[in-house]
């Protein structure tokens, strides 16, 4: 190829768009961009944007068009999804209901709302309305998602969140949340916050205000241990950006809020990498506002090897060399953020010890779950 296929979609992101595509690039543009989650972005992008005169084929077209009606679907089935279950369990709330990241973004009409397609909606609740919200929530239809012993263990106990519950009709996946890192992380933050960063949409829930917003999708990104769809939250985060960069009043309560909660370091590790694979061009104002001291020599080098990597683009059109070597420090990595050594030695001896049985037994305990489905069906 003749130009970097990874090169051609950034720019497209970021609004920097190619004169022209070859039918190849084309190609290569739609693959890579549906296999990292975006082609719904890059469709409403060249279609919607005023300034891109970029010309697309009546083939490219097509894609671009589809991907744009699967998102409008997708997004209706979101709201409308949000507005039901706010209706149900409105009644057992002490604060009113906060939807986080990809339905955060579509209730909000965030600018990060567009083309984003995600698997589950993530609330976030009181942790003492959780169990009045749960029952409401199971004579709604909503059952875990898990019947494992030591998964439900695992989420009560150590967790930020209650095993994900899901329709068993409609299919939809809810994440609760009663924080936003686990908490034998050590790092799950004090909650308040967050609630008091929060603003009210037009559906009657509360997101996390833009500062907030670009905090938290910093500190998901970051904090993970997969990143299947790293390059597409990079995407997001570049987005959240836009809103907050020239508002001075987001920027002080971003740095803020990062300083109060402890999570200086996900916001400067959004931002250098915002630079580094995205080439946004971040103010001097916001990258000089930490007050803490930043990650620097062999520990920045890490995470320019790790991240460097892992945030490009993934399909094999994209040459990344050693990416399988940083996936696996960045699997390391997350795991020893969310839980202490002790304990990660524990979760990940049952997990083995589980996966090993399944290969002798068979999925027993799955196969359990999908009879009992059948019968109730």
């Known amino acids: ?24 690039e084309w190609r290569d543009l739609i693959l890579v961009a549906r296999a990292n989650s975006l082609l719904p ?24 068009i589809a991907s744009i009606r699967h998102e409008t679907l997708f997004h209706n ?10 209706t149900r369990i409105s009644g057992v709330l002490n604060r009113n209901l906060i939807v986080l990241k990809g339905a955060g973004y579509v209730v909000a009409q965030s600018s990060a709302a567009i083309g984003r397609i995600f698997s589950d909606i993530d609330l976030l609740l009181l942790k003492d309305d959780i169990p009045r919200v749960e029952r409401a929530l199971h004579l709604f239809g909503f059952v875990s998602d898990t019947d494992s012993e030591y998964d ?19 299919g939809t996946v ?63 985060l570049s ?5 907050i960069v020239n508002d001075i009043d987001e920027v002080n309560c971003l740095f803020e809020l990062a300083e109060n909660t402890g999570f200086e370091n996900e916001l400067f590790l959004a931002f250098r990498y915002l ?39 993934n399909h094999r059109l994209i040459d990344v060399k050693f990416r399988g070597t940083a996936e696996w420090l960045a699997f390391v990595r997350g795991h020893l953020l969310k839980m202490p050594f002790n304990i990660l030695v524990k979760h990940t ?23 009992k489905r059948d019968v109730k069906d």
């Open 77 to 86: 089935q979101v709201i409308n999804e949000v507005k039901l279950v706010k």
């Open 275 to 313: 630079e580094r694979v995205f080439n946004r061009q971040i103010p001097a104002h916001i990258k000089h506002g930490f007050k803490q001291p930043l990650p620097s020599g062999i520990r920045l080098a890490l995470a320019d090897f790790i991240f460097g990597k892992v945030l490009a683009a």
């Open 152 to 170: 439900q263990k695992y989420y009560r106990e150590w967790a930020h969140e209650i095993p994900p519950l899901r329709h068993f009709q409609r």
């Open 174 to 236: 809810l994440d609760v949340h009663h924080n936003l890192v686990p908490i034998v992380s050590g790092r799950a933050p004090d909650i308040e916050f967050f609630l008091e960063s929060t603003v009210e949409t037009n559906y009657g829930v509360e997101v996390l205000r833009p500062a907030a917003m670009f905090l938290h999708s910093a500190i998901h990104l970051f904090f993970s241990e997969e990143f299947t769809n790293g390059f597409r939250d990079l995407s997001d």
């Open 349 to 371: 001896a049952s997990k083995l010890w589980r996966s090993i049985v399944k290969s002798v037994t068979g999925d027993v305990e799955n196969r359990h779950h999908v009879q």
């Open 239 to 243: 987005l959240l950006l836009d809103e």
């Open 41 to 64: 972005r890059v469709a409403s992008i060249l279609l919607n944007s005023v300034d891109c005169d970029l010309y697309i084929p009546p083939k490219a077209h097509a894609h671009l």
């Open 1 to 24: 190829m003749s130009r970097c296929i990874e090169e051609i979609l950034t720019g497209i992101l970021t609004r920097n768009y190619p004169d022209s595509l070859s039918d190849a």
